[in-house]
């Protein structure tokens, strides 16, 4: 089993930026993507960025791709994403996720997810 925590949510004006936090536990993480949702009322749950634990190597949606950072520090089991310069059309749950292979887009392909963290944009 994994568990996940996020961390890091808020209330920003527009332009502003947050970090959201999401600590792993549970087993190890070497081998592990993680990934970052959001969904707002009304909508379905989106594909924001991904993460590989081995190589680095990371993937984004186009609507935050310049704006957004996913980083990871492995010794802390911990996934980070930087947001800056948010956008009203940012307001949504975040959540994080992990899945057992390679970096993935679609929520259907994660095991494992988190409770979610509000962040609400206001203009």
């Known amino acids: 089993q994994v568990q996940l925590v996020e961390s890091g949510g808020g209330s920003v004006q527009a332009g502003g930026s947050l970090r959201l936090s999401c600590a792993a536990s549970?087993?190890?993480?070497?081998?592990?993507?993680m990934g970052w949702f959001r969904q707002a009322p009304g909508k379905e749950r989106e594909f924001v960025a991904t993460?590989?634990?081995?190589?680095?190597?990371?993937y984004y949606a186009n609507s935050v791709k310049g704006r957004f950072t996913i980083s990871r520090d492995n010794a802390k089991s911990t996934v980070y994403l930087q947001m800056n310069n948010l956008k009203p059309g940012d307001t949504a749950v975040y959540y994080c996720?992990?899945?057992?292979?390679?970096?993935?887009?679609?929520?259907?392909?994660?095991?494992?997810w988190g409770q979610g963290t509000q962040v609400t944009v206001s203009s």
């Open positions: 996720a992990s899945r057992s292979d390679s970096y993935a887009t679609s929520p259907h392909l994660y095991a494992y």
């Open positions: 549970g087993r190890t993480f070497s081998s592990y993507a």
């Open positions: 993460i590989r634990w081995t190589a680095s190597s990371t």
